[in-house]
């Protein structure tokens, strides 16, 4: 998981929905800048409440969408698969 989680910035009660779009948006430009991989974790319940626009999520799409081929929308299960493959005999 890439930090800060939904429920680490809001559950709190001191985090801003603009504070929190903004360590997003470092966090994924950092992982798209020295190819890592970005982990986000989101609970319904929590970031629903808060970003019912998903302002966030969109936030996450556009950034990925402007990077063209240097990063991708995918699940885990694919990046343990491009990871096993990378580090098999």
Not at 17 to 25: A, D
Not at 65 to 80: F, P
Request: with cysteine; charged share 25%.
């Amino acid at each position: 998981m890439s930090p800060i989680s939904d429920i680490g910035a809001f559950r709190t009660g001191r985090w801003q929905v603009e504070w929190f779009m903004e360590s997003v948006e470092r966090s994924v430009r950092h992982a798209i800048e020295n190819r890592l991989v970005f982990d986000f974790l989101a609970h319904p319940s929590c970031l629903g409440v808060v970003d019912p626009e998903f302002r966030t999520i969109d936030l996450i799409c556009q950034l990925v969408k402007d990077a063209g081929d240097r990063a991708e929308l995918c699940d885990l299960d694919t990046v343990a698969a491009r990871y096993r493959s990378q580090v098999a005999p």
